[in-house]
Protein backbone atom coordinates (compact mmCIF):
# COMPACT_ATOMS: atom_id res chain seq x y z
CA UNK A 1 0.00 0.00 0.00
CA UNK A 2 1.49 3.45 -0.92
CA UNK A 3 1.87 6.01 2.09
CA UNK A 4 2.32 9.04 1.65
CA UNK A 5 3.68 11.25 4.76
CA UNK A 6 4.41 15.15 4.22
CA UNK A 7 6.35 17.58 6.62
CA UNK A 8 8.35 20.47 7.08
CA UNK A 9 5.28 22.92 7.18
CA UNK A 10 5.53 25.62 10.19
CA UNK A 11 4.54 29.22 10.83
CA UNK A 12 7.36 31.76 9.22
CA UNK A 13 7.14 35.34 8.08
CA UNK A 14 6.40 36.82 4.81
CA UNK A 15 9.61 36.63 2.99
CA UNK A 16 10.68 33.47 4.62
CA UNK A 17 11.59 29.77 3.12
CA UNK A 18 10.13 26.66 3.78
CA UNK A 19 11.10 22.86 2.24
CA UNK A 20 8.25 20.27 2.56
CA UNK A 21 9.04 16.40 2.45
CA UNK A 22 6.80 14.09 1.24
CA UNK A 23 7.79 10.29 2.11
CA UNK A 24 6.80 7.62 0.01
CA UNK A 25 6.91 4.32 1.08
CA UNK A 26 5.46 1.25 -1.03
CA UNK A 27 6.39 3.12 -4.00
CA UNK A 28 8.83 2.72 -7.19
CA UNK A 29 10.15 5.54 -8.23
CA UNK A 30 9.31 4.49 -11.89
CA UNK A 31 8.37 6.98 -14.21
CA UNK A 32 6.37 8.45 -11.71
CA UNK A 33 4.29 11.57 -11.41
CA UNK A 34 4.17 13.34 -8.09
CA UNK A 35 2.69 16.58 -7.34
CA UNK A 36 1.95 19.19 -4.44
CA UNK A 37 -1.30 20.56 -3.86
CA UNK A 38 -2.37 23.16 -1.38
CA UNK A 39 -6.04 24.33 0.17
CA UNK A 40 -6.46 27.60 2.26
CA UNK A 41 -10.06 27.79 3.88
CA UNK A 42 -12.93 28.59 1.96
CA UNK A 43 -10.79 28.20 -1.51
CA UNK A 44 -11.13 25.50 -3.87
CA UNK A 45 -7.92 22.87 -3.96
CA UNK A 46 -4.81 24.41 -6.14
CA UNK A 47 -2.33 22.63 -7.72
CA UNK A 48 0.99 24.03 -6.83
CA UNK A 49 3.38 21.80 -8.28
CA UNK A 50 4.17 18.93 -9.94
CA UNK A 51 7.03 16.30 -11.65
CA UNK A 52 7.15 13.87 -13.86
CA UNK A 53 9.94 11.37 -13.90
CA UNK A 54 9.24 10.12 -17.79
CA UNK A 55 10.19 13.54 -19.23
CA UNK A 56 11.61 15.13 -16.47
CA UNK A 57 9.61 18.03 -16.72
CA UNK A 58 8.19 20.31 -14.06
CA UNK A 59 5.18 22.26 -13.12
CA UNK A 60 4.21 24.97 -11.41
CA UNK A 61 1.27 27.52 -10.55
CA UNK A 62 1.44 30.96 -11.69
CA UNK A 63 1.64 32.75 -7.93
CA UNK A 64 4.79 30.42 -7.37
CA UNK A 65 6.66 30.27 -10.44
CA UNK A 66 10.89 31.56 -9.89
CA UNK A 67 9.78 30.88 -5.85
CA UNK A 68 8.95 27.41 -5.21
CA UNK A 69 10.67 24.51 -6.84
CA UNK A 70 10.45 21.09 -6.60
CA UNK A 71 12.29 18.16 -6.77
CA UNK A 72 13.14 14.22 -6.01
CA UNK A 73 15.15 12.05 -4.71
CA UNK A 74 14.80 8.40 -5.62
CA UNK A 75 17.37 6.93 -3.01
CA UNK A 76 15.51 8.52 -0.03
CA UNK A 77 11.89 8.00 -1.69
CA UNK A 78 10.87 11.40 -0.86
CA UNK A 79 9.94 14.56 -2.96
CA UNK A 80 10.41 17.79 -1.72
CA UNK A 81 9.20 21.32 -2.33
CA UNK A 82 11.55 24.73 -1.52
CA UNK A 83 9.55 27.55 -0.70
CA UNK A 84 11.27 30.52 -1.12
CA UNK A 85 9.85 34.35 -0.52
CA UNK A 86 6.86 33.29 1.03
CA UNK A 87 3.65 35.28 1.17
CA UNK A 88 0.80 35.30 2.86
CA UNK A 89 -1.36 33.93 0.41
CA UNK A 90 0.73 30.82 0.55
CA UNK A 91 -0.73 29.90 3.89
CA UNK A 92 -2.33 26.38 3.36
CA UNK A 93 -2.83 22.76 4.26
CA UNK A 94 -0.43 21.47 1.42
CA UNK A 95 -0.72 18.07 -0.19
CA UNK A 96 1.52 15.78 -2.21
CA UNK A 97 -0.08 13.34 -4.39
CA UNK A 98 2.04 10.23 -5.72
CA UNK A 99 1.33 7.98 -8.91
CA UNK A 100 3.91 5.56 -10.62
CA UNK A 101 3.40 3.78 -13.81
CA UNK A 102 2.46 7.26 -15.91
CA UNK A 103 4.02 8.66 -18.33
CA UNK A 104 3.43 12.14 -19.77
CA UNK A 105 4.50 15.79 -19.18
CA UNK A 106 3.38 17.23 -16.08
CA UNK A 107 0.73 18.92 -17.41
CA UNK A 108 -0.97 15.92 -18.73
CA UNK A 109 -0.60 13.86 -15.61
CA UNK A 110 -1.99 16.60 -12.93
CA UNK A 111 -5.70 14.54 -13.78
CA UNK A 112 -3.92 11.31 -13.32
CA UNK A 113 -3.05 12.04 -9.67
CA UNK A 114 -5.96 13.61 -8.60
CA UNK A 115 -8.47 10.76 -9.76
CA UNK A 116 -5.56 7.71 -9.11
CA UNK A 117 -2.80 9.26 -6.91
CA UNK A 118 -1.97 8.39 -3.66
CA UNK A 119 -2.43 11.16 -0.96
CA UNK A 120 -0.75 12.15 2.15
CA UNK A 121 -2.55 13.83 5.09
CA UNK A 122 -1.14 17.18 4.90
CA UNK A 123 1.32 19.81 6.84
CA UNK A 124 0.32 23.30 7.52
CA UNK A 125 2.32 26.01 6.04
CA UNK A 126 1.17 29.28 7.80
CA UNK A 127 2.94 32.58 6.45
CA UNK A 128 2.46 35.86 9.11
CA UNK A 129 2.56 39.24 8.11
Known amino acids: EVQLV???GGLVQAGGSLRLSCAVSG???DDYAIGWFRQAPGKER?????ISSSDGSTCYVDSVKGRFTISSDNAE???????NSLKPE???VYYCAAKNRVRGTCEHLIPFLIQF???GQGTQVTVSS
Open 46 to 50: EEVSS
Open 117 to 119: GSW
Open 77 to 83: NTVYLQM
Open 90 to 92: DTA
Open 6 to 8: ESG
Open 27 to 29: FTF
